[in-house]
Nanobody, 121 residues
């Protein structure tokens, strides 16, 4: 069994900063790409940022220069540092990871339950 558990969401004023964390736990052999997606009210889920096992990162245009994704492989954890937040960043943020479980020969997709971020103007 593998789980992704996010933390760090909350309410923040526009212009503020927040850091999200997502820890993977369970019978894990290896983790490939880790990423953050978000879903705002009434909108589809969208990609925010991703980081490969090699450390390569990519970002959605709307967050580039404001958000930074990083990972700690020793802790099976991915982070999202968010700066210069605006009301448009209000959404439920979901963690994603491509994980190979012990005993498996393939990687599967896993999602966290989501953490809410609300940015007040």
């Amino acid at each position: 069994q593998v789980q992704l558990v996010e933390s760090g969401g909350g309410l923040v004023q526009a212009g503020g900063s927040l850091r999200l964390s997502c820890a993977a736990s369970g019978s894990i052999f290896g983790i490939n790409t880790m990423a953050w997606h978000r879903q705002a009210p009434g909108k589809q889920r969208e990609f925010v940022a991703g980081v490969t096992r090699g450390g390569n990162t990519n970002y959605a245009g709307s967050v580039k220069g404001r958000f930074t994704i990083s990972r700690d492989d020793a802790k099976n954890t991915v982070y999202l540092q968010m700066n210069s937040l605006g009301p448009e960043d209000t959404a439920v943020y979901y963690c994603y990871a491509s994980i190979r479980r012990l005993g498996d020969t393939y990687y599967a997709n896993y999602w966290g339950q989501g953490t809410q971020l609300a940015v007040s103007s």
